[in-house]
């Protein structure tokens, strides 16, 4: 569908207000206040890849807008449709991101097979719908990769309302899950006896995204809520430091090889116990000290709860989850490969233009800064440099975590007061070095979360978290 608007624009060579026959879903006309829960396999090599259902299951009230079906802002490398068969009208619509979305990119995809569950929620349909899945090709257009027939009659389909044995914890409730944005919480890597700890970790989390802007002033918005997952024993998983656990979600450290990247591939499992509640956003909590993380458009983040950054991780990890937004560092550690070839990203905190009337964020620039805006990368990279080289040095000879902490502290302090001096702090315009690039792809300002271990978004993450807010709440 998407292709076809495309080629349309190209062809008339204007752009066409496409009226989407979906703009006016009637919810209840389509759909019953539940969700379905697809449940698909997806399998490949950094050259192939293929879907084939699991099931579908009843995965409690809908959480999600009534009115709100349709995803407007696009964001994510995957995106699925909901579509009436007869007629092919949109019914509902999702963007988002997966770990085989990443793991294609390593090098062990060109060597061997990947195999991921994964799921898709949508509003549990009354009649028989098609579920259609794209995918981004080169030039970050959506291109259909699967299809599938869902018959709410079918002998794959189990209608049986989810049973949770996992106690609870209201963490902040605002209102109806449907007017709200719903985050569930988990716990992971907590012994029942610390459950105690959890909760307060709960709470920390909340104030964290509170205490930051936009999640602060529209904090009425939110509901979140925390489901108590039992592990056997206390902390995660580190294969890289020879640390081994095996905890109730079995997530880990250590994700495509990268000592910080912490990632839970059992699917099924993670679903489960978010379900308990109504949600929409998904963050682990890890009972761990060691720094790390992750965070996946419209999956879920993990963060280490004990680290001296839990503050940092919880927001900087959202952000990719919640918005899509893309890291704006790169002196990056993480083991994606990027192509050569540069294309304007679909992120929207991050451009390839240097234009004012292309960036995304254009009409936030004055007319008299300067693009791209200067701002002292080659002093900052070089600094960066010596942090990153001692950083290995440390990890080499496996400091304490708290030396560690130290070296990111100095780093943060050295980082912020460098920013904050140079000639156009504080001011919107186009600042080179983004999205693992330190040539041609630019932020909209000199700090931010995604950039650095500050405490705020740039004005482009602002923008874009406000979007997705308006979504679940209009
Ligand atoms: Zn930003």
Redesign the pocket.
Same mark, same amino acid.
């Given at each position: 569908m998407k292709k076809i608007i495309q080629i349309t624009m190209l062809l008339l060579g204007a752009m066409l207000i496409v009226c989407q026959a979906s703009a006016d879903v009637n919810f209840s006309e389509y759909f019953k206040d539940q969700t379905m829960r697809l449940d698909y396999y997806h399998t490949g090599t950094a050259a192939e890849e293929h879907f084939a259902i699991d099931r579908m299951v009843n995965d409690g009230i809908w959480a999600g807008s009534k009115q709100q079906l349709i995803d407007e802002l696009e964001l994510g490398k995957y995106f699925f449709e909901i579509q009436e068969p007869q007629t092919g009208k949109v019914l509902f619509s999702r963007g988002y991101s997966s770990i085989y979305g990443e793991w294609e990119t390593t090098p062990e995809a060109k060597e061997e097979w990947g195999v991921f569950h994964e799921s898709v929620r949508f509003p549990w349909p009354r009649q028989k719908v098609k579920l259609v899945i794209y995918k981004r090709n080169r030039d970050q257009d959506f291109e259909q990769v699967w299809e599938y027939m869902v018959d709410p009659e079918s002998r794959r389909v189990n209608p049986a309302e989810l049973q949770s044995s996992y106690d609870v914890y209201e963490v902040a409730t605002h209102g109806k899950p449907e007017n709200k944005v719903d985050i569930v919480l988990l716990s992971e890597g907590y012994a029942p006896d610390e459950m105690d700890e959890f909760r307060s970790d709960a709470d920390r989390f909340a104030r964290a995204l509170f205490s930051t802007e936009p999640f602060a002033s529209r904090k009425e918005d939110f509901n979140i809520r925390a489901v108590q997952v039992p592990a056997p024993n206390s902390g995660l998983n580190h294969p890289q430091q020879d640390i081994y656990k095996r905890s109730a979600l079995s997530v880990s450290y250590g994700a495509f090889g990268s000592q910080r990247y912490a990632l839970g591939y059992d699917n099924k499992t993670i679903r489960d116990a978010a379900s308990t509640v109504p949600y929409e956003f998904t963050a682990i909590l890890m009972n761990d000290s060691i720094y790390g993380g992750g965070g996946i458009y419209n999956l879920y983040i993990t963060a280490a709860a004990d680290n001296a950054f839990h503050d940092y991780l919880y927001v900087h990890e959202f952000g990719h989850h919640f918005a899509s937004?893309a890291d704006?560092y790169y002196t990056s550690a993480t083991a994606y490969e990027m192509g050569s070839d540069v294309v304007e990203p679909y992120q929207l905190?991050v451009t390839t233009y240097t234009e004012k009337e292309k960036i995304k964020w254009g009409d936030l620039i004055d007319e008299n800064t300067p693009l791209p805006t200067p701002w002292g990368q080659e002093k900052f990279d070089k600094h960066g440099r010596q942090v990153q080289k001692k950083r290995e040095e440390m990890r080499k000879a496996k400091v304490s975590e708290k030396k560690m902490e130290q070296l990111f502290n100095q780093q943060r302090e050295w980082e912020e007061d460098y920013l904050s001096q140079i000639p156009h702090a504080g001011k919107v315009g186009a600042y080179q070095g983004a999205m693992y690039h330190s040539k041609g792809i630019y932020?909209?300002?000199p700090n931010?979360?995604? *950039?650095t271990r500050t405490d705020e *978004?740039?004005a482009?993450?602002r923008r874009a978290i406000n979007m997705v807010i308006d979504q679940y709440t209009r």
């Open positions: 937004l704006e905190n932020r909209s300002e931010c979360i995604m *950039f *978004f740039c482009a993450c």
